[in-house]
């Protein structure tokens, strides 16, 4: 059973909630945990986790968890994790510290999709778990909003340097999430009546002085114009000394950034294209698409009108050279690309998405890109014009002048490639992709 991995997370926008609390660790880990399960197991309708997992995996149960906990009990703390690999998918990592007085109890939790909280009632539940945890657990500051507006809100530096974060933490009210829980500490330096009094769907006092303040009924509705009125007025009542405007104008330019932007890339380059979106983070999706929207590759240059005659004495020599960089890409390459032992069109997309994503040119050195990526991507280029298209190989003593003849055209693939391998930007100007469609269109 496939459990998430951040990459998965990634995919689509989710509830993301952060909780930094403390507990009583002399009481014993196993004791301590109850509490936080028992809320989960009674409120997270539609979304309780299934799988604990550590080092290995089990279904979810209290005994299970209990285990876990002994499992990766260690000097400095413990770590396991919760999750739910069906949709609504759910990862939940719970750190604690040190078994002494008052030790760390830090949840990260993430549900995807964010849609699944568009009910009143499920949010309910959700808010239901939250208060539990806030009463039994004593946080500082914690809250429960859109991943991708948190992105936006640079959360939780916001936008501070590392130093200044570990020093200051949650010092004052620096945003508004949809769901926020303020510690006794942060409630008295704003002012406890002044937090009671904020303009919200809901403000309530917990019984360790904490308050719990909810914006809105549902997460899902943060991006609408009436959602950040009240999260601005919010944030302005909290915070005098910001100005309602600013802040106002501020939240409208997420909500704009966060409009879904239809993809509509170019077509020699949409298979490679559309795997790119989902490499950014989520906050920066749709921008990024409508960036690829407007990309136009160059026109191939890559070609000859009339070939050059081959000038070698021995091809059958050439050819297997040839072919011994081709075997040599596709063995260093077969377990991260798989596809490319197919040597297809599809194969020549998924070479394109590895190096983009690996940032192969920039990130490998430049000398064993020119001696030998570039020679047996060239290579391995010509023999899927040759395969697939019905190419002929013209072969030179010169390797970057060898082309592959496809109908009334020649091609080389080894400038190509070269071309190709200078940069990631040049990946997607030079892409492999691209270069088979504008060859495709003058197979005879």
Known sequence: MKTLTL??????????????????????????????LDALEQNADGWMPTIVKTSRKRKYSQEAVRR?????????????GLVRPESPAVSLVLTLGPEQERS??????????????????????????????????????????????????????FGRDNTAWKRDGFDKVYELFWL?????????????????????????????????????????????????????RAHAHLRPDVDFDTVLRTLSERSAALVPVEPRFHPDVAPFLSRLPDEFAISERQR?????????????EEWLPVAHPSDVEKPKRVLESYGDLSEGLVAALHTKVPSIMDETVESLTDLDFYFWRDNFPERYKRELIDSHTA????AYLGDVLVRRLGGTWVLRQKMEESQ??????????????????QSRQSLLDYSLTQFFHEAERYRP
């Open 288 to 300: 990024t698409i409508a960036e690829l929207n407007a990309f136009r590759p160059p026109v191939p």
């Open 404 to 421: 592959v003849r496809v109908g009334k055209r020649v091609w080389l693939p080894f400038l190509r490639a070269r071309r190709y391998m």
């Open 68 to 80: 876990a906990l002994e499992e990766r009990r260690e000097e400095y703390g413990t770590v396991i």
């Open 7 to 36: 990459h998965d997370l990634n995919k689509a926008d989710s509830l993301r909630f952060t909780f930094d609390g403390t507990f009583d660790a002399r009481n014993g880990l196993a004791s301590s945990v109850v509490p936080f």
């Open 104 to 157: 760390l109890w830090s949840t990260s939790l993430t549900v995807q999709p964010l849609s699944f909280f568009s009910e009143i009632e499920t949010c309910r539940s959700f808010v239901r778990v939250a208060r539990s945890w806030a009463a039994q657990y004593p946080a500082n500051y914690a809250a429960a909003h859109s991943a991708a507006d948190m992105q936006f809100a640079k959360f939780p530096t």
């Open 375 to 378: 020679p047996a991507l060239g």
């Open 180 to 232: 926020n829980i303020f510690g006794p500490k942060l409630v008295e330096l704003v002012g406890r009546e002044r937090m009671l009094s904020t303009p919200a769907h809901l403000v309530e006092e917990l019984p360790n002085g904490s308050i719990l303040l909810v914006l809105w009924p549902t997460a899902t509705e943060f991006v609408s114009e009436e959602a950040r009125v009240v999260q601005a």
